[in-house]
């Protein structure tokens, strides 16, 4: 099983990314997959979830109306649209799923900063 998570980047406030996690080695179609993100000397937290083809997505209350998750399951892939991003999304963003057991990428950094 691999995660792989990219995107991130250098971005001034009001700005946009999209983030990519990329799988492997299971049955992507079969998982909800989890964003997650970690500030420094925070603990890591919530941002968004998908279920399988989409159907159910649910966002934590900071990134609601800014943030969209999506799948596109044909190609292992899931996203995260980040709009009008504040200095506070400053974080190490992780996708995450559970297949037999918990997997986590290695993350991708968003530095929100004028």
């Known amino acids: 099983v691999q995660l792989v998570e990219s995107g991130g980047g250098l971005v001034q406030p009001g700005g946009s990314l999209r983030l990519s996690c990329t799988a492997s080695?299971?049955?992507?179609?079969?998982?909800?997959v989890n964003w997650y993100r970690q500030a420094p000397g925070k603990e890591r937290e919530p941002v968004a979830s998908i279920s399988f083809t989409g159907g159910s997505i649910n966002y934590a209350d900071s990134v609601k109306g800014r943030f969209t998750v999506s799948r596109d399951n044909a190609k292992n892939t899931a996203y995260l649209q980040m709009n009008n991003l504040k200095p506070e999304d400053t974080a190490m963003y992780y996708c995450n799923v559970y297949f037999r057991e918990n997997y986590w990428g290695q993350g991708t950094q968003v530095t929100v900063s004028s």
């Open positions: 080695g299971f049955p992507f179609s079969r998982v909800y």
